[in-house]
């Protein structure tokens, strides 16, 4: 067996174990749930999950509300139905209060639905303040829907979210969620080392439901 098969499955047990625990515990302390494009003061808690989602606008000066076409909406939780796109500036920012110090998981969600009626998917780049997240792409406008997420321990009070314009469409995004980890899951060689998710199966699935994550 390889050393990073052999990491990717200490990741995965990891991860199992801290999702257990969070989701047993249903204490949101710590968590942050955004939905971007969300209209302002649109609080609410998402019924399949008892999580709290906040509209985007506190976290943000810059970009535009838009929906997803109906069409596009079957199977998807209410996060992802709106979303905000930057038609304009190269580079867009989101601003979140995190603890520092404290491991997080990050997760940027992304569902196109041809929300611009372009039936054109755009293709950009994603970042952790100044480091390069991950580029968003999309197979094709029908599937056009993508997760990233990361495990990250903030040095800082606070986090940049980045969205970049690479000439190749307008950049969008739908979901920010932030959760709080145990400290000792995921271990790494310094405390500080971020992690990109690689693949994550789920050992204990009640039903299929691809769509609901906490
Ligand atoms: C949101 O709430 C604030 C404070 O109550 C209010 O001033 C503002 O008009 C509200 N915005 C909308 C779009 O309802
Ligand atoms: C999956 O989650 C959605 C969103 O909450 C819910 O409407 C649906 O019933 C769930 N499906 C299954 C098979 O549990
Ligand atoms: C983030 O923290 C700063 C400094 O403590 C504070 O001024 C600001 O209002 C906070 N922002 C939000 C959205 O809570
Ligand atoms: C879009 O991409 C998905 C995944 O690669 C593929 O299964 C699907 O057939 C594609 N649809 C079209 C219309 O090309
Ligand atoms: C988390 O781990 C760091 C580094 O090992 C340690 O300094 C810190 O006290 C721990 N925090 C908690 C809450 O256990
Ligand atoms: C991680 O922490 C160490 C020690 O605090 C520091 O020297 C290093 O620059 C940090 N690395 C990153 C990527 O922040």
């Not at 603890?99 to 372009?118: E, H, M, P, V, W």
């Not at 406008?141 to 979210?161: D, G, M, Q």
């Not at 959760?179 to 271990?187: D, E, H, I, K």
Request: proline fraction near 6%.
């Amino acid at each position: 067996m390889s050393q990073t098969f052999k990491q990717v499955i200490a990741l995965l047990s990891g991860f199992s174990l801290s999702l257990i625990l969070l989701v047993h515990a249903q204490d949101q302390s710590g968590f942050i749930s955004i939905d971007c494009g969300a209209t302002e003061n649109s609080t609410y808690t998402l019924q399949a999950s008892g999580l709290n989602y906040i509209p985007d606008a506190t976290f943000i000066n810059t970009g535009e509300n838009k929906l997803i076409l109906p069409e596009y909406r079957d199977g998807y939780i209410l996060p992802y139905i709106s979303l905000r796109s930057f038609p304009e500036g190269i580079r867009n920012c989101y601003k979140i209060n995190v603890t520092s110090g404290i491991k997080y998981l990050i997760r940027a969600a992304f569902l196109y639905g041809n929300y611009d009626g372009q039936n054109k998917v755009p293709d950009f780049d994603l970042y952790l303040g100044p480091n390069l997240w991950d580029s968003v792409r999309f197979p094709n406008a029908s599937e056009a829907t993508t997760i990233k997420e990361l495990i990250h321990v903030p040095l800082r009070n606070y986090i940049h979210v980045c969205l970049v314009n690479t000439a190749s469409g307008v950049p969008f995004i739908s979901a920010i969620e932030l959760r709080p980890l145990p400290n000792a899951s995921y271990g790494t060689q310094m405390p500080n080392d971020t992690l990109a998710l690689a693949v994550r199966y789920d050992t204990g699935p009640t039903a299929l439901n691809y769509t609901l994550h906490r």
